[in-house]
């Protein structure tokens, strides 16, 4: 059953109790929700502002993939491959072998501006995929903003170890 009323009669009924008017958020609510969102704000505000070590660790990851890219590259090629590092660049190249083959470039800042290679080092890799150009186990140390991070190549084997 629908009741019609006239439109005078409907605008009465709409602002009596629980209408238009007290609809709304009281002042109490209103000051709770910001009090909890500055409560909020105050604590994220710090992670934010630290450095978060986020582009050091993509890094130590990005060159470690690198280094195993250019193992597998010897592998698969059948021929000496290797990576070389400057300490204090962000750019290092791999995949360069002695017959002409075009070397792979990384620029580590793209990542951040603040990540840059610890140790001048050159990694080669025979057929095997075994390293030939260290004979004790080598450090590759990445570093940015007082932190730093190492990867540890194994002599025999190659094998990419984080300590």
């Known amino acids: 059953m629908v009741i019609y009323r006239s439109a005078a009669e409907a605008d009465k009924t709409e602002y009596r109790g629980g209408?238009?008017?007290n609809s709304g958020y009281t002042f109490i609510e209103m000051i709770t929700v910001i009090v909890i969102l500055s409560a909020l704000a105050v604590w994220a505000y710090p992670l934010f502002l630290?450095?978060?070590?986020?582009?050091?660790?993509?890094a130590v990851k990005l060159v470690k993939a690198d280094i195993r890219f250019?193992?597998?590259?010897?592998?698969?090629?059948?021929?000496?491959?290797?990576?070389a590092f400057t300490q204090g660049q962000?750019?290092?190249?791999?995949g360069v072998s002695g017959d002409?083959?075009?070397?792979?470039?990384?620029?580590?800042?793209?990542?951040?501006?603040?990540?840059?290679?610890g140790s001048t080092l050159t990694l080669a890799f025979n057929s095997l995929g075994e390293p030939v150009s260290i004979a004790d186990d080598t450090q590759v140390s990445i570093?940015?903003?007082g932190e730093s991070a190492s990867?540890?190549?194994?002599?025999f084997t190659g094998k990419i170890n984080n300590p």
Do not use: H, K
């Open 143 to 145: 570093s940015s903003l």
């Open 19 to 21: 209408g238009f008017f």
């Open 100 to 117: 002409a083959i075009t070397p792979y470039s990384r620029n580590l800042a793209e990542l951040d501006s603040s990540v840059f290679i």
């Open 151 to 155: 990867l540890i190549v194994t002599s």
């Open 50 to 58: 630290q450095n978060s070590g986020f582009g050091l660790d993509a």
């Open 90 to 94: 962000s750019v290092y190249v791999y």
């Open 70 to 83: 250019t193992q597998r590259q010897a592998m698969i090629q059948g021929a000496t491959r290797s990576i």
